[in-house]
């Protein structure tokens, strides 16, 4: 048995012992081991090695810790179930175009007829009887999956920690935790942050009560780059998926209360919600005090 | 296929848990960070759940899924980036025909085994202690199945000749025979 013979061997060793070598191949190492005692010793050698390596990097016992990541990623994979898809976003935002499109052309053709309420922070908000229509703005549309991602993943026990708000909300906002107050009827204030979603970005509050949860989204629009001027201030009230999502747009902020309440509770709410947040919003659009949002 | 895709995801994929978890542990060598890019392969596998091919490997594209993951987040850390150079090895180091020394510790194999340059201890952890096939590795690196050979074989060799110098530096090493004849290794 030559040198040779064992240094090509050798080579062939690892994958040998892979299982991954030809039939033929591997019966012809196999044969050689069986005349070569220093070949065979090393191939038990690797098989031991790699046996030790096992062994050598076997993980301790982490049986808590494994259960928490895979609760951890089911509750994760249980919120990305509840967004919506991406096709059905493309959908949604082909049918909002269309919509648009039909009502800038409408109002091309006929006009505008309604009449126009002035913007007054203590004047009573116009609540349309019935909620308008079938078809979600985009904005709105976002701030009913924000919430969704956002707000319902806060755990059932997560408390109220006024500093960590006031941390959390840009300085011009910390106030409005004590313009709301902690509790609205049967809803309590469980937090307020500044978020993004789909380049968006949101003041939101969150609320808890009667096992639901609500949304209040502050979104400040300098797409115009200028002040626009306030227009008629109603809350517009739509379904998206199971959600209920209550506006008002002044202009330069949106508006918005979300929650799966049933239509008229979310909207009566909305009613005690909407008239604080506007308020404030209107004193810092005034004072021109804002800072980001 | 398609009438439940929870029960199929749960099914094909979430049943891979433990092992993606295991690798990802040891690839990252930090639990939080391991758990973070686990979460987020699960995340990216169920939003292109769609695209898997029943009948194909699902192991091998959740590892995909991960390793893509893994390099996107050492890529975001500014770390090191997953290549280096091949001259990092010495040639006269590297012989298969070297013995596998036959006196270690536990301890030197992780030694060793911790100083492999990642792509070489990706690969011998795929195949050696994960159990994976070539194919396997090729297409959860998306590496082609000549480039899992060759670092499979420059791992293993430099693995055996980091031992090798390790072993010949203490006293204390214990026969791999031994070890296994005892249900230690």
């Known amino acids: 048995m030559g040198e040779s013979d064992c240094q090509n061997i050798r080579e062939l060793l690892d994958p040998y012992l892979d299982n991954e070598l030809l039939i033929e191949t591997s ?22 090695l790699r046996s030790s390596l096992k062994t050598a990097l076997a993980l301790a016992d982490d049986s808590e810790s494994e259960n928490l990541s895979r609760r951890r990623i089911e509750t994760a994979l249980d919120q990305e179930r509840r967004r919506p898809r991406k096709m059905a976003k493309i959908v949604w935002s082909a049918l909002a175009a269309s919509l648009i499109l039909a009502l800038g052309l409408t109002y091309w053709r006929f006009g505008n007829t309604s009449k126009p309420v002035s913007p007054s ?17 985009a904005v709105d549309r976002d701030a009913v999956e924000n919430h969704q991602v956002c707000a319902l993943s806060y755990p059932p026990d997560f408390s109220f920690d006024r500093q960590r708000v ?11 935790v004590d313009a709301f107050g902690r509790n609205h009827t049967a809803y309590k204030l469980i937090e307020g942050h500044i978020c993004s979603y789909e380049k968006r970005q949101y003041t939101h509050l969150i609320f808890r009560g009667n096992g639901h949860t609500v949304s209040v989204f502050i979104e400040r629009d300098d797409s115009s780059g200028k002040p626009k001027p306030s227009r008629p201030r109603e809350i517009d009230q739509a ?14 902020h949106h508006i918005s209360v979300v929650s799966d309440l049933p239509s008229g509770e979310n ?3 909305a009613k005690q919600l909407v008239p604080v947040t506007l308020s404030f919003v209107q004193k810092l659009e005034h004072a021109g005090s804002e800072s980001q949002l | 296929m398609g009438t439940n895709r929870k029960d199929d995801f749960d099914r094909f994929a979430f049943a891979h848990f433990r092992e993606l978890r295991r690798v990802a542990l040891r690839v990252c060598q930090e639990r939080e960070t391991a758990d973070d890019l686990v979460q987020e392969t699960y995340l990216r596998a169920w939003r292109s759940f769609d695209k898997f091919e029943r009948g194909t490997n699902c192991r091998a594209w959740l590892f995909r899924i991960f390793f893509y993951v893994h390099s996107e987040y050492r890529r975001n850390q500014a770390r090191q980036p997953l ?14 025909q070297a013995n596998t020394p036959s006196e270690v510790t536990l301890e030197e194999i992780r030694l060793a085994f911790a100083e492999l340059p990642e792509p070489f201890r990706i690969a011998v952890l795929l195949s050696d202690v994960e159990g994976l096939r070539y194919r396997e590795i090729a297409d959860a ?14 791992g293993r060799q430099l693995l055996r000749a980091q031992l090798a110098t390790l072993s010949s530096k203490t006293g204390e090493s214990v026969s791999l025979e031994k070890h296994k004849k005892s249900g230690r290794i």
Do not use: W
Not at chain 1, 239 to 252: H, L, M
């Open chain 1, 27 to 48: 019966q012809s190492v196999l044969d050689h081991l069986s005349l070569c005692p220093d070949c065979s010793a090393e191939s038990e050698r690797r098989i031991a």
């Open chain 1, 121 to 137: 922070a203590n004047m009573p908000i116009n609540i349309p009887a019935s909620p308008s229509p079938v078809l979600i703005a």
């Open chain 1, 166 to 176: 006031a941390r959390n909300l840009t300085p011009g906002y910390a106030p409005l």
């Open chain 1, 239 to 252: 379904s998206f998926t199971s959600y209920q999502v209550a506006s008002v747009d002044t202009g330069r």
């Open chain 1, 267 to 269: 909207l009566a709410l």
């Open chain 2, 83 to 96: 290549t280096f150079s091949l001259h990092y090895v010495k040639e006269p180091t590297l012989s298969a």
């Open chain 2, 141 to 154: 690196l998306d590496i082609p199945i000549g480039t899992v050979m060759s670092r499979l074989s420059r």
